[in-house]
């Protein structure tokens, strides 16, 4: 009897995301998974029970290794963060159900840098964006996902990442090659 690579056990317990509700789980050591996509540091796995999110941070459990998510961008002359290495991090944030990422989907609305009017300091960045359905639940991880990553970009101090409904997202959004990962084209 062979067994697929994408079927796991659990090794230890776990906090995932059900897909497509949003809602906290607890996964147990010994429940076996089947590993549906790898993309941007996050697993999207079938249980028993449904389709969930496991971060990155939780791989161990599934026999992955966890990767350590660092960005090698350089600061502009005044300290603020490249707009292109915030962009590159937003390319890292995936809807567990898509394999194209938020940008290629046209889900993000607009990304602004500002510099924190304080004695301490740094560069906040504000990102509008949206989702693919107004009641996918998943929203907030996905904004929380994109939020960690731009947060790993040299010189943000903090981020936002607020979703909006308007306009309403449809396909003609989505970038050229999102639509040919997806085969719309």
Request: proline share 5%; with cysteine.
């Amino acid at each position: 009897m062979t067994t697929d690579k994408r079927d796991r056990t659990l090794t230890r317990e776990v906090t995932a995301t059900q897909i497509p509700s949003g809602d906290k789980q607890t996964l147990f050591k010994g429940d076996s998974v089947f590993i549906h996509q790898v993309l941007g540091g996050s697993y999207t796995v079938q249980t028993s029970t449904g389709l969930f999110r496991l971060d990155g941070k939780d791989a161990d459990a599934i026999g992955e290794t966890v990767a350590v998510q660092t960005v090698t961008a350089s600061t502009l002359a005044d300290g603020a963060p490249d707009p292109a290495a915030i962009w590159d991090q937003m390319r890292k944030v995936f809807d567990p159900e898509i394999p194209v990422n938020i940008v290629d989907l046209g889900l993000v609305y607009s990304m602004d840098v500002s510099k924190i009017d304080d004695p301490a300091g740094g560069f906040k960045v504000d990102v509008a964006m949206t989702l693919t359905a107004p009641g996918c639940g998943m929203g907030p991880a996905i904004a929380e996902d994109a939020k960690g990553k731009i947060l790993l970009v040299p010189g943000v101090t903090t981020a936002d990442v607020r979703i909006t409904w308007e306009p309403a997202w449809n396909q003609s959004m989505i970038s050229e090659e999102g639509k040919m990962k997806l085969g719309l084209i």
